[in-house]
């Protein structure tokens, strides 16, 4: 009797040690979506389907994977970004609070959630039902962030509708927030820096444990094809195109020349990698059993 066909199938939870913290990647989900835009806006159709082809991608679609990123470092246990939440629920991403629980935790042991910045993947998940969804945490944002968006004078027209989500379920929130200047500590070994450009203040985490390393650097690269080996390529996701570019090309560089272990929330899950010279451009790498030795 042939077993019945049940369907792609993959864990969405995935946990590394890295020193003395875990760092525990939860896939939020996946979207697919089109090539361009948002990406290789510089390029013409051949070129994104050779782009691709040499990838072994579809020509024509990709996967949009939304990563959110928990570091339990001992001390904290601190939530990077929050998904989708109910937003997109009905699209395929949106489960990260629900997936807390195969990862061993609950909503309530969240100590920090740090926001990267306030894009809707990154903020949508706040909330849940009317309540606050990590009740117990201390929320924290970059101050260049927050202020950008609550006065609106530099957020660019194709992000409105995100304005008016910033408006309704973050600017609520700011006397809980702390607000984070470039190279602040925000838990254990856990520092804050500048990476501005996808949005007015974005900004990555490094973790640091146990002389080891990595950097969160949430949507420095949105793609590990069409962004990281691309990084002069404009995208239609970037705010400020050209500070994006500049970020990218300058994060990229660091990350190639240190060998530093990456987490992208939008890199193939469970996101975590390396990113390797190549010539004059860049490689994502995919990292394997190095973590487990």
């Known amino acids: 009797m042939t077993a019945e066909l049940l369907g792609a199938l993959r864990a969405p939870v995935h946990r590394f040690v890295l020193g003395e913290a875990e760092i525990t990647s939860i896939l939020d989900g996946a979207i697919p979506m089109g090539i361009s835009p948002p990406f290789l806006l510089n390029e013409n159709?051949?070129?994104?389907?050779a782009i691709a082809r040499a990838?072994?991608?579809?020509t024509d679609r990709l996967e949009n994977n939304f990563v959110p990123v928990l570091?339990?470092?001992?001390?904290?246990?601190?939530?990077?970004?929050?998904?989708?939440?109910?937003y997109r629920r009905a699209n395929g991403a949106g489960f990260l609070r629900d997936r807390l629980s195969e990862a061993g935790y609950t909503p309530e042991d969240v100590d920090i959630v740090a926001l990267t910045h306030?894009?809707?993947?990154?903020?949508g998940g706040l909330w849940e039902d009317g309540a606050l969804a990590f009740p117990n945490a201390q929320l924290m944002i970059g101050?260049?962030?927050?202020?950008?968006?609550?006065?609106?004078?530099d957020i660019p027209s194709q992000r409105e509708q995100n304005r008016e989500m910033f408006l309704e379920i973050v600017a609520p929130l700011e006397d809980r927030f702390r607000f984070l200047e470039d190279g602040d500590r925000i838990a254990t070994g856990i520092t804050a820096e500048a990476a501005f450009g996808h949005s007015a203040g974005h900004m990555?985490?490094?973790v640091e444990s146990a002389s080891k390393q990595a950097l969160i650097w949430a949507d420095v690269a949105n793609h590990y094809v069409f962004s990281v080996e691309h990084p002069d390529s404009m995208v239609g996701f970037d705010d400020d195109k050209d500070m994006a570019i500049a970020t990218r090309n300058r994060v990229l560089s660091e990350t190639?020349?240190?060998?530093v272990l990456v987490v992208g929330h939008h890199m193939p899950f469970p996101a975590v990698g390396f990113v390797e010279r190549v010539g004059e451009r860049y490689r994502w790498v995919p990292a394997t059993y190095q973590l487990r030795l």
């Not at 159709?45 to 389907?49: F, G, K, L, P, T």
């Not at 570091?71 to 109910?86: A, K, M, R, S, Y």
């Open 45 to 49: 159709d051949d070129e994104i389907s």
């Open 55 to 58: 990838a072994n991608l579809p």
């Open 71 to 86: 570091v339990n470092t001992g001390d904290e246990l601190v939530l990077i970004d929050t998904g989708c939440g109910h």
């Open 118 to 123: 306030v894009h809707p993947d990154h903020i």
């Open 143 to 153: 101050r260049r962030e927050f202020d950008a968006w609550k006065s609106g004078d």
């Open 204 to 206: 990555m985490f490094r």
């Open 256 to 259: 190639a020349d240190s060998g």
